[in-house]
RNA sequence: GCCUGGGUGGCGGAAUUGGUAGACGCAAGGGACUUAAAAUCCCUCGGUACUUGUGACUGUGCGAGUUCGAUUCUCGCCCCAGGCACCA
């Protein structure tokens, strides 16, 4: 037999039997312990790219790891489906979001196929089907009624050429995307996901989550943004009234010396109205906002402010402060307003300086005296309280407190906590997502939709002119309805929800994707699969989705459609994929096939070899995974992916690792194809067959890789080192002496060593290996079949190495049989010529004796 | 500025608890096979100088420390990547 290794072929036959037999078709099963593995469903952006290729990947060699081990395996795929670029799309080329959806999914589910991913394909989703999205419209209502959802106004990025609202994505350095205006804020009434009902839950489970990375963690923890402090009140120095600012330092509250508003706070108009300054003071409002939009991204501007002519009290030194508005202090944090203490504060230092405010010091240095006069900069550092009344001569970490409690005892603060996190904004002015059930009625206000009217359909027959806001809006089909309180005439909303809505709770669904009972989950499935064992995805969603997707589940919980509290046990966060780039210094970046021997395709100029970077179409350094695919197969592909880094680094491309992975695969097959006919007709040996020399080496070293590619793949998911482990052990198969055809023995050892090969790259290359367990003579299916255990008598080493160091140097090897006694390893080492050469006549101080590895012998100088 | 990762050959990366640094692959060089090339198979491959060895010295970003012994632990510094950034 000699047939060549021709992946395109095997990879088509096996992927047609797999979905024929419905091989990966998962049903709950009390019997069995279950596995849910999840990779973040992709948006269907046309075709998929290399970052899909490496994040299925992984997944599914965990997937299927995982079945041969007896799991009750769940691995579904689906589509997340609404989103801005169908919408584009519609604009541009005059194609329906839905058709250009659709056909998106068609395409890249051909192409998953190709990969030959063991998705249950019987559990695909679609998000932009009515029925996914009428159950989150059902949930949308629920929360409603909870007080979960509420209305507010809020800032949009709106278009005044396009009449349109603007993702922040669409805002390019301040101009619209598709016209080049000047972008501007609109405040519009939108709609909200209370998530800050949850702040406390979501951040305590943040220490609990021991299955995810510590940096995620780390950054959802700062998006919350905790921080405990007082809410001080500061009387008006006229008139009744005060101003209340929330501070986390109120140990230096005697040094606040002046007083600050955000420029958008209302508070700022109200303080001038009818002064002199009215007028100034509109004007420089206005320049700030203006100022804040275009300069959002820029370093750090200028502190600026503007005195309101009008003073309050400092509550405990009763001085009177002026009041300014500043562009630095941010309007939605604590109350919009600050207490300014600038001589332990650097943002007020800075502005105390530029309008010539007084400053106290409050807290003195144990290193440095710190004076008015010759400050540079504000003290932030721990200290003594002075000029603080009766606080004086008091750490100010024990002040925090004692000023706490005494501004709680004469009625001027209180304790507080803030957060960062704000609620989640939810209301998008756009046509391709799942609408807002609620009707606006003039008499009776925002009515939700009554949950026997859902779903509230998302229409078809809509016009993309890409202006005038959302399309729904112009159609009066889809608008005119009557008021479910009053039966008058009423709007339906025209707002749909943020695609992370889908996003948040796809996992549940993918349970039961096909029950059409209320709630749309089936607790009894949901509770089966659910948490999610191990779920795999991108860095990029580190704080949106996952903080979302938790949000929602513990939202879900308490309606009682759910049992768990958090989504997901175990998290993975793979990294990106990255190539080199090329730039012509003529024609800006350019790709692989623009460059020929170094120079430009186009004008022949020297090609500059640039950064390594995350692959994108801009920079034309994207590999196409059809090409690899049709050039070397899924399982090259697939190899490469995984042997080229660990899942969690980032990977670099390489033309020649794809060759190399090629390489061993080919490598693999031919030497199987070489012994086919002299072992088919044996059976795999026994383990405790009687083998020595060169035979018996071989078979440790097969139990060997079983143990290391199990932990490799089972703790660590490092599936790079598991690949070199079975590297090793084809290599050694390559250099044993060929057994002659008769020797019956030796071959029934081949045969177990290259089952081992085979079954241990099965979740890796499940092509290959399926064809090759086939061509061995099985006929059970390889994804079947369960995970090898390695002997440990069969494994373990015989002889072994032993290191001889002299003062923590390697000065010799010798070799001992496995079970030899330490004293007579130590009388070896002692008489060792090439140690003895270090050691001469010097005294022996010590010797240290690591057992199974080194001796290190200790002697003077 | 703050937080989190990370820095090991020409390159991607190994070294699981402090115990043989550089597994495996790529690239490079050499050999075998071949009329030839490709493919394949085998060998060499961190650096330095030399007396060319079954050797010596040196080597995991830099500098110190702990230890019999440090890529691994501690402290200080430098560099790279990602996240947050006027959050009071």
Redesign the pocket.
Known sequence: MNRKYNAQEIEGKWQKYWEDAKTFKVHEDPQKKKYYLLEMFPYPSGKIHMGHVRNYTIGDVIARYKRMKGFNVLHPMGWDAFGMPAENAAIERDIHPATWTNENISYMRSQLKRMGFSYDWDREISTCEPEYYRWEQLFFLWMYKKGLVYKKTSAVNWCPKCQTVLANEQVEAGLCWRCSSEVGEKVLDQWFFKITAYVEELLDYCDKLTGW???VL??QK??I?K?C?CEVSFPMAEGSGDIK?????QDTLYGATFM?V?AEHPLVMELVKGKAIENDVREFVEKIKKQDRL?RTS?????EGIFLDAYCLNPLTTRKMPIYAA?????D????C??A?PTH?Q??FEFAKKYNLPLVVVIQSPDKPLNTETMTEAYVGEGVLVHSGPFDGMENTKALEAIAQHLEAIGRGKRTV?Y?LRDWGISRQRYWGAPIPVINCEQCGAVPVPESDLPVVLPRNVEFTGEGGSPLAKLRSFIETTCPCCKGKAKRETDTMDTFVESSWYFDRFCCPDYSEEPGLDRRKVDYWMPVDQYIGG??H??LHLLYARFYTKALRDFGALGVDEPFTNLLTQGMVCKETMRCPQHGYVSPDEVNNGKCKHCGTDVIIG?T??MSKSLKNIVDPNYLLDQYGADTARLFCL????PE????W?D??V???F??L??TW??IMDYLDDIQAVESSATDEELDGELKNLRRKAHQTI??VT??IE??F?F??A???V??L??LL??INRPAADDKKALRLIRETMETIVILLAPIVPHITEELWKMLGHKSELADVTWPSYDPLAAEEEE??I?I?V?????S?INVPADEKEEKIKALAREDE?AL??IKDKKIL?E?Y?PK??I?I?IHG
Not at 245 to 249: A, D, M
Not at 299 to 303: D, P, V
Not at 333 to 336: D, E, I, L, N, P
């Open positions: 990375p510590e940096r780390t950054m700062n998006w943004g921080s402090g600012v929330f501070t986390t330092r600050l955000a300069l370093e750090s501007y200028e502190k562009n630095f202090v941010l309007a944090y604590g109350t919009g600050v207490m203490v504060d943002r007020d803030q960062r860095i990029e580190a704080i950064k970077e995350k042997f080229a880094a660990p680094k980032d990977l670099e390489s020649q690792g060759e190399g992975s390489r061993f080919n490598r031919r030497i143990k290391r932990t490799d703790d660590r490092h790079n080192t690949i070199s482990a590297m090793e084809v290599n390559y250099q072994i190495t290191v160091q003062n923590g140097k390697v000065r090897r090439k050469k270090f010590k240290i690591v590895k080194l290190n200790v």
